[in-house]
């Protein structure tokens, strides 16, 4: 990860914050490290999976594994653990975020 090029970095996962070598909860879905960004719990691909969502000056971006490719394949994840939480992540990422940068590909704007 390269974390240690950033010694005050605060890295976050779905379910903990790190700082140097402590382990810190946050409180899960809707976590906010700082004031324009937040962490969406966003299972599907993965039971651990998270969306970050930054609301910068011109749109609101979501970091995310709900997608893969900037065109939306695969519809449905081939390696996904649960297609049906997969649909629930994406409406509620459509509903707010402006650009989408998936897992593997380009952003790709919503509207």
């Known amino acids: 990860?390269?974390?240690?090029?950033?010694?005050?970095?605060?890295v976050v996962d779905f379910w903990?914050?790190?700082?140097?070598?402590?382990?810190?909860?946050?409180?899960?879905?809707?976590y906010r490290p700082s004031p324009r960004t937040e962490v969406w719990l966003t299972p599907g691909h993965t039971e651990e999976d998270a969306t970050?969502?930054?609301?910068?000056d011109d749109a609101?971006?979501?970091?995310?594994?709900?997608?893969?490719?900037a065109d939306?394949?695969?519809?449905?994840?081939p390696l996904g653990w649960d297609q049906a939480a997969i649909e629930r992540g994406r409406a509620r990422v459509l509903a707010v975020a402006g650009i989408v940068?998936?897992?593997?590909?380009?952003?790709?704007?919503t509207r």
């Open 16 to 30: 903990a914050r790190y700082r140097d070598d402590l382990w810190l909860d946050h409180p899960g879905d809707g």
């Open 101 to 109: 940068v998936p897992g593997h590909g380009a952003p790709f704007r």
């Open 72 to 77: 939306r394949t695969p519809e449905v994840d």
């Open 52 to 56: 970050l969502i930054v609301e910068a």
């Open 60 to 69: 609101v971006y979501a970091m995310t594994h709900l997608w893969w490719h």
């Open 1 to 10: 990860m390269n974390a240690a090029l950033f010694p005050n970095a605060e």
